[in-house]
């Protein structure tokens, strides 16, 4: 599983949720965590197969298919909870 945050420059809840709880989970699952700020390729199959409305948002992947869409914004032991292995 990985970490997919959504997010905008100038956002500043964007800023505040990456400084608490996005770069903290990404210095203790290294790789596993990904930062989209601006347009990209997994951005747009995302917004392909359902809108994104809103910033800034997290979305779990396996293997880049799209696992869940979190609409709000989970504390970090719901997030390492995710990346734990079973």
Do not use: F, K, Q
């Amino acid at each position: 599983m990985e970490i997919e945050y959504i997010t905008r420059a100038g956002c500043p809840s964007c800023e505040a949720y990456r400084r608490a709880v996005i770069e903290p989970l990404s210095e203790e699952y290294p790789g596993r965590v990904r930062v989209h700020e601006a347009w990209d390729g997994l951005m747009e199959r995302l917004n392909n197969a359902e809108r994104i409305t809103r910033v800034p948002m997290v979305v779990v992947t396996d293997g880049g298919r799209e696992v869940m869409r979190l609409l709000e914004m989970p504390a970090l032991e719901r997030l390492e909870d995710i990346l734990e292995p079973a």
